[in-house]
């Protein structure tokens, strides 16, 4: 049997949004306190190499890594609590990689629906990383033996891959060595979608997207995406089962429920009957309220990129500390 141990990660390729806020990082400050109360280690990663899976900007990726560790830092991950760090600094991530690329089949990635979303119809054109991207991210997570991985909705898929790798190796070489993982998608705001469309996800990783609401964005900007967001004429339902079939009242509620720490029959019990030209103002502002502290304490963190880099910089070490003995026993394991 496996200690718990808790690793997630987001890409550093672009902007954080209230996607990656609400579906990721808020769960992972959970995380961290749950892990401080019952003793066991969380692990939280800016993943480099996979945003360059699709081309980034040199300079634009280096400023994007600060800009989410200071984004995981405003929101409440503490270096005292929680490891943080930045994935291409550690390298054991890439060399279980390999290994795991040895033990993945061709089928299993050609079946992941992020790599026919990203890739589109031009397969023969995008990178063999973005392929391989799934490999690499169970390595990230089974490199420190991690039971748990709080995500989104969309990354379910992946975590199942995980865990096929997992159980695959620990069939081929006999052995019980890696953990078989559980993905961890809790909260009202499991999938954000996007303010424009309700079929989409908001994504940092959308640049077509202009909707999205990231967490730089000031007050104005933030009411006045909510503003334009697409809803129905409908009044909003006194319960969740009023929601059905309505993608962009949905998702709006889902937000508000997820700010404001409640569920979703809470909010309807408060909210039901109002039109949406009264509940989007009472969204913005409570969205405005839960954002600006976060993002006025990120652009703090901006001005001081060496303290960022020294807590990255001592988070590596951590890390490496754990996936080293891991990477040497697979290495065991494997004849090598
Ligand atoms: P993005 O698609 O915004 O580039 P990543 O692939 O880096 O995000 O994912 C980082 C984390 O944020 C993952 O756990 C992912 O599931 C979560 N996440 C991303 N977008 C959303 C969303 N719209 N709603 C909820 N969670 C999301
Ligand atoms: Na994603």
Same mark, same amino acid.
């Given at each position: 049997t496996f200690q718990p141990r808790v690793f997630s990660g987001i890409q550093p390729s672009g902007g954080l949004t209230l996607g990656n806020y609400l579906g990721a990082m808020r769960r992972f400050v959970d995380w961290q306190d749950k892990g401080l109360n019952d003793g066991f280690e969380t692990i939280f990663c800016m993943v480099d190499l996979h945003a360059i899976t699709v081309w980034q900007d040199p300079e634009a990726l280096r400023r994007q890594t600060r800009e989410l560790a200071a984004g995981y830092i405003a929101s409440g991950l503490d270096p005292a609590k929680a490891i943080l760090f930045?994935?291409?600094?550690?390298?054991e991530h890439t060399q279980l990689a390999w290994i795991f690329n040895c033990i993945a089949r061709m089928g299993w990635m050609q079946r992941m629906t992020q790599w026919k979303d990203k890739a589109g119809k031009n397969q023969q054109n995008a990178s063999l990383g973005l392929f391989a991207y799934p490999s690499l991210m169970a390595a990230d997570i089974l490199v420190y033996h991690a039971t748990h991985v709080p995500v989104g909705e969309d990354q379910k898929q992946h975590i199942e891959l995980t865990r096929d790798i997992a159980i695959k190796f620990n069939n081929d070489y006999g052995v019980d060595f890696f953990p078989v993982t559980e993905p961890v998608i809790e909260g009202a705001a499991t999938r954000v979608m996007s303010l424009r469309d309700g079929s989409k996800k908001m994504s940092k990783? $959308?640049?077509?997207?202009?909707a999205r609401i990231n967490m730089t964005d000031d007050a104005d900007a933030i009411a006045q995406k909510i503003r334009k967001a697409r809803t129905d004429p409908e009044a909003l339902p006194?319960?969740? $089962?009023?929601?059905?079939?309505r993608a962009e009242a949905r998702n709006l509620v889902n937000i508000y429920a997820a700010l404001a720490d409640q569920t979703v029959d809470q909010v309807l019990a408060d909210v039901?009957?109002?039109?949406f030209s009264e509940f989007k103002p009472m969204l913005a502002e409570l969205a405005v309220a839960k954002l600006s502290p976060i993002s006025t304490e990120m652009a703090r963190l901006m001005e001081a990129p060496d303290e960022i880099d020294a807590i990255l910089r001592n988070g590596a070490e951590r890390a490496r500390a754990i996936a080293a003995p891991v990477l040497k026993k697979t290495y065991d394991i494997v004849g090598m």
């Amino acid at each position: 049997t496996f200690q718990p141990r808790v690793f997630s990660g987001i890409q550093p390729s672009g902007g954080l949004t209230l996607g990656n806020y609400l579906g990721a990082m808020r769960r992972f400050v959970d995380w961290q306190d749950k892990g401080l109360n019952d003793g066991f280690e969380t692990i939280f990663c800016m993943v480099d190499l996979h945003a360059i899976t699709v081309w980034q900007d040199p300079e634009a990726l280096r400023r994007q890594t600060r800009e989410l560790a200071a984004g995981y830092i405003a929101s409440g991950l503490d270096p005292a609590k929680a490891i943080l760090f930045n994935q291409s600094q550690v390298h054991e991530h890439t060399q279980l990689a390999w290994i795991f690329n040895c033990i993945a089949r061709m089928g299993w990635m050609q079946r992941m629906t992020q790599w026919k979303d990203k890739a589109g119809k031009n397969q023969q054109n995008a990178s063999l990383g973005l392929f391989a991207y799934p490999s690499l991210m169970a390595a990230d997570i089974l490199v420190y033996h991690a039971t748990h991985v709080p995500v989104g909705e969309d990354q379910k898929q992946h975590i199942e891959l995980t865990r096929d790798i997992a159980i695959k190796f620990n069939n081929d070489y006999g052995v019980d060595f890696f953990p078989v993982t559980e993905p961890v998608i809790e909260g009202a705001a499991t999938r954000v979608m996007s303010l424009r469309d309700g079929s989409k996800k908001m994504s940092k990783s $959308d640049p077509s997207d202009m909707a999205r609401i990231n967490m730089t964005d000031d007050a104005d900007a933030i009411a006045q995406k909510i503003r334009k967001a697409r809803t129905d004429p409908e009044a909003l339902p006194s319960e969740a $089962d009023g929601l059905e079939g309505r993608a962009e009242a949905r998702n709006l509620v889902n937000i508000y429920a997820a700010l404001a720490d409640q569920t979703v029959d809470q909010v309807l019990a408060d909210v039901g009957g109002k039109q949406f030209s009264e509940f989007k103002p009472m969204l913005a502002e409570l969205a405005v309220a839960k954002l600006s502290p976060i993002s006025t304490e990120m652009a703090r963190l901006m001005e001081a990129p060496d303290e960022i880099d020294a807590i990255l910089r001592n988070g590596a070490e951590r890390a490496r500390a754990i996936a080293a003995p891991v990477l040497k026993k697979t290495y065991d394991i494997v004849g090598m």
